[in-house]
């Protein structure tokens, strides 16, 4: 019997790791953030967990870049979302929100 390889995610601690900070942001207590962080040194499986973890919850997936502020995080969430930034951060955050509201993500 031969076992075929990359017919599954491998079990690396960084996806078991990412799963879990999703379930608890998913299921956090009434008012508290809906957006977490996963951070981590250079090839310890942090694309793996996520391009995984984005299939598995239907996620938006965004790699912050070093230098961007809040107006460029946005637009980076609003362009992953299929959407056309508008020109101000305020304007990009209602589209945003309204994009996530009307699919029923969690924001």
Known sequence: MTETLYESVAPLR???????????VQHRAFGLPGM??????????????????TNAFRACHVEVQPLWRSKQLLAG???????R???TAAD?????????SVNQRRS
């Open 77 to 83: 969430i609003a362009f992953e979302l299929g959407l």
């Open 92 to 100: 990009i955050f209602e589209q945003v929100s309204r994009e996530l």
């Open 14 to 24: 960084n996806v078991s790791a990412l799963m879990t900070l999703i379930d608890r």
């Open 36 to 53: 977490a962080t996963f951070y981590g040194p250079s090839g310890f499986g942090k694309s793996t967990a996520a391009v995984y973890a």
């Open 85 to 87: 930034p508008a020109r």
